[in-house]
C-alpha cells in the first residue's frame, strides 16, 4: 500500500534536522522564522499573482534547510539571511 509512497532515508534526516535545529534555535531565531513563513504566506495568499505557491514551498524550503546550517555552524544572524532570500514583492511593502 505504501510502496514508493515512504520519503526516503535522506527526506528522513533532512526532517530531523529540521526539527532539531528549531528546537536548538533561541527566541529571536525562531520569531524570525515565523516571521518569513507568514510573510511568505501573506504574499502568496494576497499578492500580485507574480510569486505562486509552488515557489513559496520551495523557498520555505530553502530557508528551513538554511536554519539546519545556520544552527550547525552557530555564526551569523538568521534573519539576515531571510532578507537576503525573499521576494522582492509584498503585501507589507509600503
Do not use: W
Request: aromatic share 8%; proline share 1%.
Amino acid at each position: 500500500m505504501f510502496r514508493g509512497k515512504l520519503a526516503s532515508a535522506e527526506a528522513v534526516k533532512c526532517y530531523d534536522d529540521v526539527l532539531k535545529s528549531i528546537s536548538d534555535s533561541n527566541e529571536d531565531n525562531t520569531k524570525a522564522l515565523l516571521k518569513q513563513v507568514y510573510a511568505r504566506l501573506d504574499i502568496v495568499h494576497n499578492g500580485n499573482d507574480e510569486y505562486k505557491s509552488e515557489q513559496c514551498v520551495m523557498d520555505l524550503i530553502t530557508s528551513f534547510t538554511e536554519l539546519v546550517r545556520f544552527t550547525k555552524n552557530k555564526k551569523g544572524e538568521i534573519g539576515l539571511l531571510f532578507i537576503k532570500v525573499m521576494p522582492q514583492k509584498s503585501a507589507f511593502a509600503a
